[in-house]
Structure formats: structure tokens, C-alpha cells
């Protein structure tokens, strides 16, 4: 897979909001910017990136869509294995601070835009890693990253042979693991999401696979005035992250 590239004025501006992390280095053309582009320069200056003045044309080369002027090129992100998921269960441990961790879990999400579109949720709502299963996941392909606009190298994803297993080790690290399902749940604001937490989002056709709602500690559901319709995987994902965020902002 080759090194993500992002274009477009908004586009980079967010992708600069997340941080240095995998940023190789930034593209802006040469001449007099806009006062757009000459506040993307000074952000790319604070955010410490490599800064490469280039033509119209060679941006005009390197992508069909506008580009504004800008372009951001991004070291490919790796998938992680659970060692990973391990030492960073290790480093909550020692976390003085001892901020929640917040993991996101998606069972058979196998749409490499949806997987993108979850990523960047994860990036904007503080998700310390995002957990797919080896098997029947969508790949991190470009798709993906293209969709993600940068949150695929700025939020861990994690592949795990076993996810009914790694759901139990979460367990046994005081882990609470709160799964999203339509019959026989509670509303996703009547359960306490302030500390350790997982968020299992099911595929986008048949939801949780059994073993993995057997793990789980909580059944939860978002409240919809028309359930013929539903939401999308990736939109039912930003709204329970976003409810994380909203009860922990609201014990501060």
C-alpha cells in the first residue's frame, strides 16, 4: 500500500489537528496564498511538519480532485497485533493520570469505507485503539485510509485472532465491555460510560456475531424516532463515542 495523500484545505487542517504522528511532510504551493493557505502554513509551522513548496502543477499530477492548493503525505500506518493491545493495557496500569481507556471494537465490519469512516470517529472522540478481528474485517486498504483522512495513522488498529478471547482478557483488565444491539437493550445514556470501556459495534448486516454479545457487559441501543431506517455503522459509532466524551466531559 502506498503512503495515504491528502488534499484540500479543510481536509489537511484536520488532519493537522491530530498531530505530527506519521506526517512525512506537507505540500503547499509556491507563489502568494490566500489567507487560508497562509494560516494551513503557519498551523503546519506549529505542528512541526516538513514543508515542501511545490507547483500548481506537480499537486495538479498527483490527484484528480481540487486540491485548494495543499496536499498532505502521510507514512502508511500498520496494522498492530495484540502484544500491542497488551502493553497498552500494561500502560493504563501505570497511568498516573489514570485517564479511561476507551477502546472501539468493530465485529465483522467489512466495508473498507465504513472502516475508514469509524477510524476517523476514533481520531476525533479520543479512541486509544481500534479492535478488528483477523478474519472477516475489512482490510486497511487505501479505501480506508482515503475515508479515514488521516485517522488511520493517528489511532491504533489492532487485528486479533480470537475476539470472543481478547473481549474476555479486556474483562480480566477491568475493561467493561458495552455491545450495541437494536432488541433487548437500554438506552446508551442510562449506563454509566465513565471508566474503562470498550465499544463493540456489530457488521453492518447481521450486527454482533453471539460469542461476541455473550461478552459483553452491557447491552446497549441509540434511541431513534424511526427505527425503519437505522443508522449506519459508522454513524452509530460517532454518536455512542460521542456519548462517552459527553458523560466524561460532564463529571469535570
Excluded at 18 to 25: F, N, T
Excluded at 124 to 146: E, F, R, W, Y
Amino acid at each position: 500500500m502506498s503512503s495515504q495523500r491528502i488534499f484540500g484545505i479543510n481536509a489537511v487542517t484536520a488532519r493537522l489537528g491530530l498531530g505530527k504522528a506519521e506526517i512525512e511532510k506537507i505540500l503547499i504551493k509556491k507563489g502568494e496564498l490566500s489567507s487560508r493557505l497562509n494560516d494551513l502554513l503557519l498551523l503546519a509551522e506549529q505542528t512541526g511538519c516538513f514543508i515542501e513548496r511545490v507547483s500548481d502543477e506537480a499537486l495538479d499530477e498527483m490527484t484528480s480532485i481540487t486540491h485548494q492548493g495543499v496536499g498532505l503525505l502521510l507514512h502508511s500506518p500498520k496494522v498492530k497485533n495484540e502484544h500491542f493491545l497488551y502493553e497498552l493495557l500494561e500502560q493504563e496500569k501505570a497511568n498516573q493520570k489514570k485517564e479511561p481507556l476507551l477502546l472501539l471494537v468493530l465485529d465483522g465490519v467489512t466495508d473498507p469505507r465504513n472502516l475508514g469512516a469509524c477510524l476517523r470517529s476514533a481520531a476525533t472522540l479520543g479512541v486509544h485503539a481500534v479492535i478488528v478481528p483477523k478474519d472477516n474485517s475489512a482490510p486497511l486498504n487505501d479505501a480506508a485510509m482515503k475515508t479515514a483522512s488521516g485517522g488511520a495513522s493517528y489511532v491504533p488498529l489492532i487485528q486479533v485472532v480470537n475476539l470472543a478471547r481478547c473481549l474476555t482478557q479486556l474483562k480480566k483488565a477491568g475493561v467493561w465491555i458495552v455491545g450495541t444491539l437494536l432488541e433487548d437493550s437500554q438506552n446508551i445514556t442510562a449506563v454509566d460510560l465513565k471508566g474503562h470501556i470498550a465499544i463493540v459495534m456489530g457488521s453492518e448486516e447481521k450486527g454482533m456475531r453471539h460469542k461476541t454479545t455473550k461478552c459483553c457487559d452491557f447491552l446497549v441501543n441509540i434511541p431513534m424516532q424511526n427505527e425503519n431506517f437505522g443508522f449506519n455503522v459508522s454513524v452509530a459509532t460517532g454518536i455512542c463515542l460521542y456519548e462517552v466524551q459527553r458523560q466524561r466531559r460532564a463529571t469535570i
